[in-house]
Protein backbone atom coordinates (compact mmCIF):
# COMPACT_ATOMS: atom_id res chain seq x y z
CA UNK A 1 0.00 0.00 0.00
CA UNK A 2 2.49 2.68 0.94
CA UNK A 3 5.00 1.51 -2.21
CA UNK A 4 6.54 3.73 -4.49
CA UNK A 5 4.87 6.40 -2.70
CA UNK A 6 6.01 9.77 -4.51
CA UNK A 7 7.91 12.27 -1.87
CA UNK A 8 5.18 14.88 -3.06
CA UNK A 9 2.77 12.58 -2.37
CA UNK A 10 4.49 11.89 1.49
CA UNK A 11 4.37 15.64 2.19
CA UNK A 12 0.87 16.22 1.52
CA UNK A 13 0.25 12.96 3.81
CA UNK A 14 2.50 14.76 6.85
CA UNK A 15 -0.14 18.01 5.87
CA UNK A 16 -3.20 15.60 6.28
CA UNK A 17 -2.43 14.02 9.36
CA UNK A 18 -1.26 17.26 11.13
CA UNK A 19 -5.06 19.05 10.50
CA UNK A 20 -6.21 18.63 13.44
CA UNK A 21 -2.92 20.11 15.08
CA UNK A 22 -2.34 23.25 13.12
CA UNK A 23 1.29 22.54 13.08
CA UNK A 24 1.34 22.67 9.41
CA UNK A 25 1.39 26.30 7.83
CA UNK A 26 -0.04 28.13 5.53
CA UNK A 27 1.53 28.97 2.45
CA UNK A 28 3.77 32.66 2.23
CA UNK A 29 1.09 33.44 -0.26
CA UNK A 30 -1.91 32.47 1.45
CA UNK A 31 -4.38 35.86 1.33
CA UNK A 32 -5.95 37.32 4.91
CA UNK A 33 -8.81 35.81 4.92
CA UNK A 34 -6.89 32.36 5.32
CA UNK A 35 -5.00 33.31 7.82
CA UNK A 36 -7.37 35.12 9.62
CA UNK A 37 -9.48 31.74 9.44
CA UNK A 38 -6.76 29.69 10.25
CA UNK A 39 -5.51 31.97 13.49
CA UNK A 40 -9.17 31.69 14.52
CA UNK A 41 -9.50 27.81 14.13
CA UNK A 42 -5.52 27.09 16.04
CA UNK A 43 -7.40 29.40 18.74
CA UNK A 44 -10.06 27.60 18.78
CA UNK A 45 -8.81 23.94 19.23
CA UNK A 46 -6.24 25.12 21.55
CA UNK A 47 -8.88 26.38 23.64
CA UNK A 48 -10.96 22.72 23.67
CA UNK A 49 -7.60 20.98 24.75
CA UNK A 50 -7.46 23.59 27.78
CA UNK A 51 -10.71 22.99 28.66
CA UNK A 52 -10.33 19.20 28.99
CA UNK A 53 -7.07 19.96 31.27
CA UNK A 54 -7.95 21.38 33.72
CA UNK A 55 -11.13 19.31 34.60
CA UNK A 56 -8.31 16.39 34.27
CA UNK A 57 -6.37 18.04 37.07
CA UNK A 58 -9.55 18.56 38.97
CA UNK A 59 -9.73 14.37 38.72
CA UNK A 60 -5.96 14.13 39.89
CA UNK A 61 -7.10 15.79 42.96
CA UNK A 62 -10.35 13.64 43.20
CA UNK A 63 -8.83 10.65 42.46
CA UNK A 64 -5.76 10.75 44.14
CA UNK A 65 -6.23 8.06 46.87
CA UNK A 66 -7.43 5.59 44.10
CA UNK A 67 -4.03 4.18 42.34
CA UNK A 68 -5.48 3.01 38.78
CA UNK A 69 -7.99 6.29 38.79
CA UNK A 70 -4.94 8.43 39.69
CA UNK A 71 -2.74 6.96 36.89
CA UNK A 72 -5.21 6.99 34.26
CA UNK A 73 -5.64 10.93 35.10
CA UNK A 74 -2.22 11.59 34.74
CA UNK A 75 -1.64 9.63 31.47
CA UNK A 76 -4.83 11.81 30.34
CA UNK A 77 -3.49 14.90 31.81
CA UNK A 78 -0.07 14.51 30.32
CA UNK A 79 -1.37 13.47 26.95
CA UNK A 80 -3.37 16.94 26.71
CA UNK A 81 -0.26 19.24 28.42
CA UNK A 82 1.46 17.80 25.23
CA UNK A 83 -0.99 18.93 23.35
CA UNK A 84 -0.97 22.28 24.72
CA UNK A 85 3.01 22.90 24.70
CA UNK A 86 3.36 21.21 20.97
CA UNK A 87 0.87 23.74 19.64
CA UNK A 88 2.20 26.50 21.82
CA UNK A 89 5.59 25.86 20.30
CA UNK A 90 4.03 25.52 16.91
CA UNK A 91 2.77 28.91 16.92
CA UNK A 92 5.52 29.93 18.44
CA UNK A 93 8.00 28.60 15.58
CA UNK A 94 5.51 29.60 12.94
CA UNK A 95 7.85 31.59 10.64
CA UNK A 96 10.38 28.82 10.88
CA UNK A 97 8.48 25.93 9.67
CA UNK A 98 6.82 27.67 6.69
CA UNK A 99 10.19 28.94 5.35
CA UNK A 100 11.80 25.36 5.53
CA UNK A 101 8.87 23.52 4.51
CA UNK A 102 8.66 26.00 1.20
CA UNK A 103 12.61 25.56 0.64
CA UNK A 104 11.75 21.51 0.76
CA UNK A 105 8.47 22.09 -1.49
CA UNK A 106 10.62 23.94 -4.40
CA UNK A 107 13.80 21.42 -3.53
CA UNK A 108 10.99 18.83 -4.38
CA UNK A 109 9.40 20.48 -7.30
CA UNK A 110 13.38 21.43 -8.96
CA UNK A 111 14.91 17.98 -8.81
CA UNK A 112 16.56 16.19 -11.63
CA UNK A 113 16.30 12.92 -12.10
CA UNK A 114 18.86 11.91 -10.33
CA UNK A 115 17.91 13.87 -7.08
CA UNK A 116 14.15 12.24 -7.71
CA UNK A 117 16.32 8.95 -7.38
CA UNK A 118 17.15 9.76 -3.77
CA UNK A 119 14.14 11.38 -2.51
CA UNK A 120 11.95 8.55 -4.01
CA UNK A 121 14.79 5.87 -1.91
CA UNK A 122 14.51 7.69 1.62
CA UNK A 123 10.47 7.48 0.51
CA UNK A 124 10.60 4.37 0.33
CA UNK A 125 12.31 3.11 2.93
CA UNK A 126 10.83 5.00 5.15
CA UNK A 127 7.23 5.55 4.21
CA UNK A 128 5.95 2.66 5.80
CA UNK A 129 7.02 2.73 9.22
CA UNK A 130 5.51 6.22 8.78
CA UNK A 131 2.26 5.84 7.80
CA UNK A 132 2.06 3.05 10.00
CA UNK A 133 2.49 5.09 12.91
CA UNK A 134 0.59 7.81 12.49
CA UNK A 135 -2.47 5.53 11.65
CA UNK A 136 -1.43 3.80 15.09
CA UNK A 137 -1.68 7.17 16.69
CA UNK A 138 -5.34 8.22 15.12
CA UNK A 139 -6.68 4.25 15.90
CA UNK A 140 -5.66 4.73 19.29
CA UNK A 141 -7.06 8.35 19.28
CA UNK A 142 -10.72 6.79 17.87
CA UNK A 143 -10.66 3.42 19.54
CA UNK A 144 -11.22 5.81 23.33
CA UNK A 145 -14.22 7.39 22.30
CA UNK A 146 -15.65 4.45 20.79
CA UNK A 147 -14.86 2.31 23.52
CA UNK A 148 -17.45 4.57 25.55
CA UNK A 149 -20.49 2.41 23.74
CA UNK A 150 -19.10 -0.58 25.19
CA UNK A 151 -17.89 -0.17 29.09
CA UNK A 152 -19.84 1.99 31.38
CA UNK A 153 -17.87 5.39 31.45
CA UNK A 154 -20.11 8.16 30.33
CA UNK A 155 -16.80 9.38 28.72
CA UNK A 156 -14.12 8.88 26.71
CA UNK A 157 -11.85 10.33 29.71
CA UNK A 158 -12.40 10.53 33.51
CA UNK A 159 -12.32 14.48 33.83
CA UNK A 160 -13.97 15.47 36.76
CA UNK A 161 -16.35 18.26 36.65
CA UNK A 162 -17.68 20.87 39.58
CA UNK A 163 -21.07 20.72 38.14
CA UNK A 164 -23.98 18.00 36.51
CA UNK A 165 -22.99 16.37 33.56
CA UNK A 166 -25.30 13.57 33.66
CA UNK A 167 -28.28 15.44 31.58
CA UNK A 168 -28.58 16.31 27.91
CA UNK A 169 -27.06 18.05 26.08
CA UNK A 170 -24.20 18.64 28.04
CA UNK A 171 -23.77 14.96 28.10
CA UNK A 172 -23.13 14.77 24.76
CA UNK A 173 -21.39 18.06 24.05
CA UNK A 174 -18.60 16.87 26.86
CA UNK A 175 -18.81 13.58 25.35
CA UNK A 176 -17.84 15.18 21.65
CA UNK A 177 -15.59 17.86 23.35
CA UNK A 178 -13.59 14.96 24.75
CA UNK A 179 -13.40 12.83 21.71
CA UNK A 180 -12.03 15.86 19.68
CA UNK A 181 -9.29 16.27 21.87
CA UNK A 182 -8.43 12.83 21.89
CA UNK A 183 -8.24 13.27 17.89
CA UNK A 184 -6.00 16.67 18.84
CA UNK A 185 -3.77 14.41 20.72
CA UNK A 186 -3.40 12.43 18.08
CA UNK A 187 -2.36 14.79 15.48
CA UNK A 188 -0.12 16.65 17.74
CA UNK A 189 2.15 13.41 18.19
CA UNK A 190 2.24 13.82 14.19
CA UNK A 191 4.73 16.68 14.83
CA UNK A 192 7.22 13.77 15.34
CA UNK A 193 6.50 12.95 11.99
CA UNK A 194 7.01 16.50 10.41
CA UNK A 195 10.24 17.05 12.29
CA UNK A 196 11.61 13.81 10.63
CA UNK A 197 10.45 14.67 7.21
CA UNK A 198 12.54 17.69 7.82
CA UNK A 199 15.69 15.94 8.78
CA UNK A 200 15.24 13.23 6.19
CA UNK A 201 14.47 15.84 3.48
CA UNK A 202 18.19 17.13 4.62
CA UNK A 203 20.01 14.00 5.25
CA UNK A 204 18.73 13.12 1.62
CA UNK A 205 20.08 16.88 -0.03
CA UNK A 206 23.43 15.61 1.63
CA UNK A 207 23.68 12.40 0.05
CA UNK A 208 23.12 14.09 -3.22
CA UNK A 209 25.96 16.80 -2.46
CA UNK A 210 27.97 13.45 -1.79
CA UNK A 211 27.34 12.02 -5.64
CA UNK A 212 27.79 15.73 -6.55
CA UNK A 213 31.29 15.87 -4.77
CA UNK A 214 32.65 12.35 -5.60
CA UNK A 215 32.03 13.49 -9.43
CA UNK A 216 33.58 16.82 -9.30
CA UNK A 217 36.42 17.55 -12.44
CA UNK A 218 37.44 20.50 -11.59
CA UNK A 219 38.32 23.54 -8.89
CA UNK A 220 35.58 25.33 -9.92
CA UNK A 221 33.37 22.04 -9.29
CA UNK A 222 34.59 21.44 -5.81
CA UNK A 223 34.34 25.25 -4.78
CA UNK A 224 30.32 25.28 -5.83
CA UNK A 225 30.26 21.88 -4.00
CA UNK A 226 32.05 23.11 -0.72
CA UNK A 227 29.42 26.48 -1.26
CA UNK A 228 26.40 24.15 -1.39
CA UNK A 229 27.56 22.33 1.59
CA UNK A 230 28.02 25.29 3.72
CA UNK A 231 23.99 26.50 2.34
CA UNK A 232 22.95 22.83 2.94
CA UNK A 233 24.48 22.74 6.70
CA UNK A 234 22.89 26.31 7.46
CA UNK A 235 19.44 24.78 6.36
CA UNK A 236 19.80 21.36 8.46
CA UNK A 237 20.98 23.19 11.49
CA UNK A 238 17.77 25.54 11.25
CA UNK A 239 15.72 22.03 11.21
CA UNK A 240 17.64 20.15 14.08
CA UNK A 241 17.30 24.02 15.81
CA UNK A 242 13.41 23.65 15.05
CA UNK A 243 13.21 19.62 15.80
CA UNK A 244 15.09 19.99 19.19
CA UNK A 245 12.10 21.38 21.57
CA UNK A 246 9.44 19.05 20.09
CA UNK A 247 11.77 16.32 21.17
CA UNK A 248 12.28 17.65 24.23
CA UNK A 249 8.48 17.86 25.07
CA UNK A 250 7.95 14.92 24.02
CA UNK A 251 10.75 13.07 25.59
CA UNK A 252 9.76 14.44 28.94
CA UNK A 253 5.83 13.59 28.30
CA UNK A 254 6.92 9.96 27.35
CA UNK A 255 9.39 9.16 29.94
CA UNK A 256 6.41 10.71 32.90
CA UNK A 257 3.95 9.11 30.73
CA UNK A 258 6.16 5.35 31.09
CA UNK A 259 6.48 5.76 34.64
CA UNK A 260 2.78 6.00 35.36
CA UNK A 261 2.11 2.91 33.01
CA UNK A 262 4.79 1.16 34.72
CA UNK A 263 3.07 1.32 37.86
CA UNK A 264 -0.25 0.08 36.67
CA UNK A 265 1.57 -2.60 34.87
CA UNK A 266 3.67 -4.10 37.57
CA UNK A 267 0.53 -3.73 40.40
CA UNK A 268 -1.74 -6.58 40.67
CA UNK A 269 -4.41 -5.08 38.71
CA UNK A 270 -6.70 -6.77 35.81
CA UNK A 271 -5.19 -7.91 32.42
CA UNK A 272 -7.65 -5.57 30.27
CA UNK A 273 -6.25 -2.40 32.46
CA UNK A 274 -2.38 -3.66 32.34
CA UNK A 275 -3.16 -4.09 28.26
CA UNK A 276 -4.38 -0.24 27.93
CA UNK A 277 -1.87 1.18 29.77
CA UNK A 278 0.94 -1.50 27.94
CA UNK A 279 -0.61 0.56 24.95
CA UNK A 280 0.31 3.96 25.85
CA UNK A 281 3.85 2.79 26.45
CA UNK A 282 4.40 1.33 23.10
CA UNK A 283 2.72 4.65 21.96
CA UNK A 284 4.75 7.08 23.44
CA UNK A 285 8.59 4.73 22.56
CA UNK A 286 6.88 5.27 18.86
CA UNK A 287 6.58 8.58 19.21
CA UNK A 288 10.17 9.05 20.67
CA UNK A 289 11.66 6.83 17.92
CA UNK A 290 10.60 8.71 14.86
CA UNK A 291 12.32 11.40 15.64
CA UNK A 292 15.61 9.79 16.73
CA UNK A 293 16.10 7.35 13.40
CA UNK A 294 16.25 9.98 10.96
CA UNK A 295 18.71 12.62 13.47
CA UNK A 296 21.07 9.92 13.90
CA UNK A 297 20.91 9.54 9.79
CA UNK A 298 21.72 13.12 9.60
CA UNK A 299 24.35 13.03 11.77
CA UNK A 300 25.98 10.38 9.74
CA UNK A 301 25.78 11.37 6.70
CA UNK A 302 26.45 15.07 7.27
CA UNK A 303 29.77 14.23 9.47
CA UNK A 304 30.83 12.15 5.93
CA UNK A 305 30.01 14.55 3.29
CA UNK A 306 32.95 16.29 2.80
CA UNK A 307 34.86 13.18 2.60
CA UNK A 308 33.12 11.38 -0.56
CA UNK A 309 35.82 13.73 -2.10
CA UNK A 310 38.34 10.84 -1.32
CA UNK A 311 36.33 8.54 -3.36
CA UNK A 312 36.85 10.12 -6.47
CA UNK A 313 39.86 9.77 -8.73
CA UNK A 314 41.59 12.58 -6.78
CA UNK A 315 45.23 10.73 -7.54
CA UNK A 316 44.58 11.36 -11.46
CA UNK A 317 43.72 14.87 -10.86
CA UNK A 318 46.32 18.07 -10.81
CA UNK A 319 48.90 19.03 -7.87
CA UNK A 320 46.39 22.08 -7.49
CA UNK A 321 43.66 20.01 -7.19
CA UNK A 322 44.86 17.66 -5.11
CA UNK A 323 45.86 20.44 -2.48
CA UNK A 324 42.26 21.61 -2.95
CA UNK A 325 40.99 18.33 -1.94
CA UNK A 326 43.14 18.20 0.56
CA UNK A 327 41.91 20.94 2.26
CA UNK A 328 38.28 19.72 2.33
CA UNK A 329 39.63 16.47 3.72
CA UNK A 330 39.39 18.52 7.11
CA UNK A 331 36.97 16.74 9.69
CA UNK A 332 33.63 18.90 9.58
CA UNK A 333 31.42 18.64 12.65
CA UNK A 334 28.22 16.42 12.12
CA UNK A 335 24.67 18.52 12.57
CA UNK A 336 22.99 17.37 15.65
CA UNK A 337 19.77 17.80 17.26
CA UNK A 338 21.06 18.40 20.74
CA UNK A 339 19.97 20.59 23.34
CA UNK A 340 22.58 21.87 26.12
CA UNK A 341 23.02 20.02 29.52
CA UNK A 342 19.74 18.39 28.58
CA UNK A 343 20.51 16.04 25.38
CA UNK A 344 23.98 16.19 24.16
CA UNK A 345 23.55 14.48 21.25
CA UNK A 346 19.44 13.16 19.72
CA UNK A 347 20.72 9.55 18.03
CA UNK A 348 20.00 6.09 18.64
CA UNK A 349 22.33 5.52 21.30
CA UNK A 350 20.22 7.97 23.18
CA UNK A 351 17.20 6.39 22.54
CA UNK A 352 18.45 3.11 23.91
CA UNK A 353 20.10 4.67 27.01
CA UNK A 354 16.19 6.54 27.16
CA UNK A 355 14.48 2.92 27.04
CA UNK A 356 17.16 2.13 29.68
CA UNK A 357 16.42 4.38 32.03
CA UNK A 358 12.54 3.82 31.92
CA UNK A 359 13.16 0.02 32.55
CA UNK A 360 15.26 1.15 35.66
CA UNK A 361 12.50 3.33 36.60
CA UNK A 362 10.46 0.51 36.27
CA UNK A 363 12.28 -2.03 38.29
CA UNK A 364 12.69 0.26 41.05
CA UNK A 365 8.48 0.61 41.42
CA UNK A 366 8.47 -2.94 41.13
CA UNK A 367 10.86 -3.11 44.29
CA UNK A 368 8.80 -0.01 46.24
CA UNK A 369 5.79 -1.39 45.34
CA UNK A 370 6.69 -5.20 46.52
CA UNK A 371 7.98 -3.92 50.05
CA UNK A 372 4.72 -1.37 50.49
CA UNK A 373 2.51 -4.54 49.98
CA UNK A 374 4.68 -6.52 52.23
Not at 27 to 42: E, G, H, M, N, V
Not at 61 to 84: E, N
Request: aromatic share 16%; charged share 15%; glycine share 2%.
Amino acid sequence: MFRNVAPKTAIAFTQFILGLSCCWPLSSTATKFQTLCFKILRSVLFLNALLLFCPLLYAIYVHRYDTVMFCKAISLALAVLQVLLHSFYCFNQYDRYQLLIEEMKSCCKKANSYERQVFQRYVDKYAIYYAASAAWFYWCGAIVPIGTFFLPDPFPTNAEYPFPVDFEPVRSIIFLQQSLVGMQCSSLLCTNILCALLLLFAAARFEILMTEIRTANGVNSLIKCVKKYYSLKRYAEEVADTARYTTLITLCICGVESVFAGIIFIGRQPFTLKLQFVTVSVTVLMAVFMCAWPADNLIDVSENTMRAVYQSKWYEQSLRMQKFILFMMIPQSPVILRIKCIIPAFSLNYYCSFITNVLSMFTALRVVMYQDED
